[in-house]
């Protein structure tokens, strides 16, 4: 699978409900269904407030020309080391100029988004959604605990498959005493679709697979999952200090 095909799967989620991106889901599924990619699904992608940037960061940092390169859809979504080599003063520049964070939440709140760049911060998926509490999509509103639940790139073990229904053992983003943590497993059911995406439709108990807003997105090894658990709990750990 090349990089923007990977990469749709993940925007997938958000565009359906409308979120984030143009208004062309039915589009953007087709693609995926006949598993092709051209400049019009480059176009589609490109228009992602949030992603795009990201992507073209990573990707300029790595001098990497392509910004949907396989490597940096990976990055962002799941986390590798691609992530290290981003400056702290180009991630900065990025949040103040590129995504107009500071215009958004306003200066303090700004400032303290700021602050965890020095503390480790990097620009992995979960960073945004985790810290930058103000959704920056279509919808300019603040995060709540469920929407950030869904909007980060979570995963789990599938236990059993019933046609279109997955169900699977996932750690839910949980709020107690003032601090995000991910809980216990526990049981989840997702929706998949039958006629598309081989590996999805393929699924299979003891498979580990990724979740954006509802939608599953790809099988992943161990590996991988335990690569989005670190940065994820980096994210959720800068996250509680300004709680």
């Known amino acids: 699978m090349n990089g923007i095909l990977r990469c749709t799967r993940y925007a997938f989620g958000p565009n359906r409900l409308h979120y984030c991106g143009p208004d062309a889901n039915q589009e953007?599924?087709?693609?995926?269904?006949?598993?092709?990619?051209?400049?019009?699904?480059?176009?589609?992608?490109?228009?992602?407030?949030?992603?795009?940037?990201?992507?073209?960061?990573?990707?300029?940092?790595?001098?990497?020309?392509?910004?949907?390169d396989d490597r940096v859809v990976e990055a962002y979504w799941i986390g590798n080391?691609?992530?290290?080599?981003?400056?702290?003063?180009?991630?900065?520049?990025?949040?103040?100029?590129?995504?107009?964070?500071?215009?958004?939440?306003?200066?303090?709140?700004?400032?303290?988004?700021?602050?965890?760049?020095?503390?480790?911060?990097i620009p992995h998926h979960s960073f945004h959604v985790l810290d930058i509490w103000k959704r920056t999509g279509r919808l300019d509103i603040e995060?709540?605990?469920?929407s950030m639940d869904s909007c980060r790139i979570s995963w789990g073990t599938v236990t059993a498959v019933a046609g279109p229904k997955i169900t699977?053992?996932?750690?839910?983003?949980?709020?107690?005493?003032?601090?995000?943590?991910?809980?216990?497993?526990?049981?989840?059911?997702?929706?998949?679709?039958?006629?598309?995406?081989?590996d999805i439709e393929a699924l299979k108990p003891g498979d580990i697979v990724t979740m954006h807003w509802g939608v599953p997105c790809e099988v992943v090894t161990r590996e991988q999952a335990e690569q989005l658990r670190k940065y994820t709990t980096k994210h959720m750990v800068l996250a509680n200090l300004t709680l």
Request: proline share 4%; net charge neutral.
């Open 28 to 68: 953007i599924s087709a693609y995926m269904e006949h598993g092709a990619s051209d400049p019009g699904l480059t176009k589609l992608l490109n228009g992602f407030q949030t992603m795009y940037p990201y992507l073209r960061l990573i990707a300029q940092a790595n001098r990497i020309r392509d910004p949907f």
């Open 81 to 121: 080391d691609l992530l290290e080599a981003v400056e702290h003063r180009q991630l900065y520049r990025h949040l103040e100029e590129t995504m107009g964070i500071k215009k958004k939440v306003g200066l303090r709140s700004f400032d303290l988004i700021a602050a965890k760049i020095g503390q480790g911060a």
């Open 143 to 146: 995060h709540t605990l469920e």
């Open 168 to 198: 699977l053992d996932s750690e839910p983003l949980l709020y107690a005493d003032g601090k995000l943590y991910l809980g216990a497993p526990a049981k989840k059911t997702v929706i998949r679709s039958l006629e598309s995406l081989a």
